[in-house]
């Protein structure tokens, strides 16, 4: 009911730039909140940044004043990831909350793009 297209992972040096975005596209219930997940190898998925439907947005403290998430109005998010540092090395998630008629639909995953960050 929804599809995640994710773009923009790829390879950096450490102190370079990356944008990633996710294209949220449903089919039968409104996508509310939009947010940035990652998973480095060996450690669990853990959030990086979340964006609510009215634009409030929330960070990790760990990319907390590099990163910044938005999203624009056709449900389109977007990960502007400054000053990388080789610990943000990860496959990046994007995953979105649906507003369904008796609540939540919060399991709605992208393929995942990965991020590398070399030294």
């Known amino acids: 009911q929804v599809q995640l297209a994710e773009s923009g992972g790829g390879l950096v040096q450490s102190g370079e730039s990356l944008r990633l975005s996710c294209r949220a596209s449903s089919s039968r219930y409104p996508v509310y909140h939009m947010n940035w997940y990652r998973q480095a190898p060996g450690k669990q998925r853990e959030m990086v940044a979340r964006i609510t439907k009215s634009g409030t947005t929330s960070y990790d403290d760990s990319v907390r004043g590099r990163f910044t998430i938005s999203r624009d109005a056709n449900n389109t998010v977007f990960l502007k990831m400054n000053d990388l540092k080789p610990e943000d090395t990860a496959v990046y998630y994007c995953?979105?909350?649906?507003?369904?008629?008796?609540?939540?639909?919060?399991?709605?995953w992208g393929q995942g793009t990965q991020v590398t960050v070399s030294s």
């Open positions: 995953n979105v909350d649906l507003k369904t008629p008796t609540g939540w639909d919060l399991e709605n």
